[in-house]
């Protein structure tokens, strides 16, 4: 009985080192970004050469259709490594919808996406917004 035991506890230590290891792993490419605008927008990013939070914000125009989503405080290192930045947008106007657009050069500062083609309205049930920068 007590060998099982002691193969359960090594075992466990085992498991509790690589969960460990594996969530510093994810840790160290997961970035926040934060929303500014009153409609919840839900966020993740991964990057290797971002280190700092990007805030993202939104314009829409006089019919509350969104017109840009702006990504501010792209990292230089990102610029400088010649990093590319895709961005994807989730939103649900009757039907899920999601939308991912060019990868495009990261330059260090802001980045506005162009998002009116997509017809997307603030009242629109809005969701992620996923940036890639590799």
Partial sequence: MAKKKNSRKALAVVLGVVGVAGLSMASA???TLNTANEAAI??????????????????YNAAFVLQ??????????CEDAGAKVTVK????DGAPQSATFAAVDAVAGVLSVNIAAQG???????GDVTVVID
């Fill in 120 to 126: 997307i309205e603030v009242a629109d049930d809005l």
């Fill in 29 to 31: 490419s997961q970035l």
């Fill in 89 to 92: 947008l989730e939103w649900n």
């Fill in 42 to 59: 839900g966020v993740a990013t991964f990057s290797s050469c971002q280190t700092s939070e990007i805030d993202v914000d939104y314009t």
């Fill in 68 to 77: 840009t989503l702006t990504l501010d405080s792209i990292d230089q290192a």
